[in-house]
């Protein structure tokens, strides 16, 4: 159990489950992508540790790059800005593969595809290991449907903190 600020997370998956999940994500996209030219563009930071175990089960030669956008403070939405970009000539004919740690509203993903779109690949795909909100249509590849409650761990943070837990973790209800 993880205690912040008066809140409480549980354990939800475990870190052997997202690497099992991983690992068939991309026998998928090992399936999918072969001799493709395929650019990873991994959303910093929260994708950082899903891209790294993922790209460790690809068995095609791939590129990577990343950009990030930043939309959180606390726990709550805010503006969404571009804080560091892709390299434009990367992306130029090449089948770029999103590579997100969680899909929630979406909007930060619709912002991302528009953003990439404009730089000319040759096709997108997007891979999430967290889906919330019946947001399925958003990816073409996830891990997870999880509930609508905001979660830690495994790269996913509140202020930067906690993405180096092993485990994903969930809050929990208030009780009153
Ligand atoms: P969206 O724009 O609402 O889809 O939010 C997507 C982004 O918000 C993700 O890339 C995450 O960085 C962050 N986010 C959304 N939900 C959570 C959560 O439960 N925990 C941590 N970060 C989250
Ligand atoms: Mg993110």
């Known amino acids: 159990m993880i205690k912040y600020k008066n809140k409480v997370f549980e354990k939800y998956i475990d870190n052997k489950d997202i690497s099992l999940k991983i690992k068939s994500i991309a ?17 910093l930071s929260g994708s950082i540790r899903f891209m790294m175990n993922l790209l460790e089960n690809i068995k095609f030669s ?26 434009k000539k990367y992306v130029n004919n090449k089948d770029v593969i999103i590579i997100e740690d969680i899909i929630d509203s979406g909007k930060t993903l619709d912002f ?9 690949p040759n096709s997108l795909n997007v ?3 967290l889906i919330k909100n019946d947001m399925k249509s958003k990816c073409n ?15 996913l943070d509140i202020n930067n ?11 929990k209800d208030e009780e009153r």
């Not at 026998?27 to 959303?43: A, H, P, Q, R, T």
């Not at 991302?112 to 000319?120: A, E, F, P, Q, S």
């Not at 903190?161 to 485990?167: I, P, S, V």
């Open 62 to 87: 791939y590129e990577y790059d990343f950009l990030k956008v930043s939309s959180y403070k606390d726990m709550n939405r805010g503006e969404l800005s571009l804080e560091l970009n892709v390299n």
């Open 127 to 129: 891979v999430s290991l």
């Open 27 to 43: 026998e998928k996209l090992n399936e999918d992508f072969e001799n493709k030219e395929v650019l990873f563009v991994g959303i």
């Open 161 to 171: 903190l906690f993405r180096d837990l092993n485990h994903i973790y969930i809050k």
């Open 141 to 155: 590849y996830y891990g997870f449907e999880i509930d609508n409650k905001f979660v830690i761990g495994y790269g």
């Open 112 to 120: 991302i595809t528009k953003h990439l779109k404009l730089m000319n």
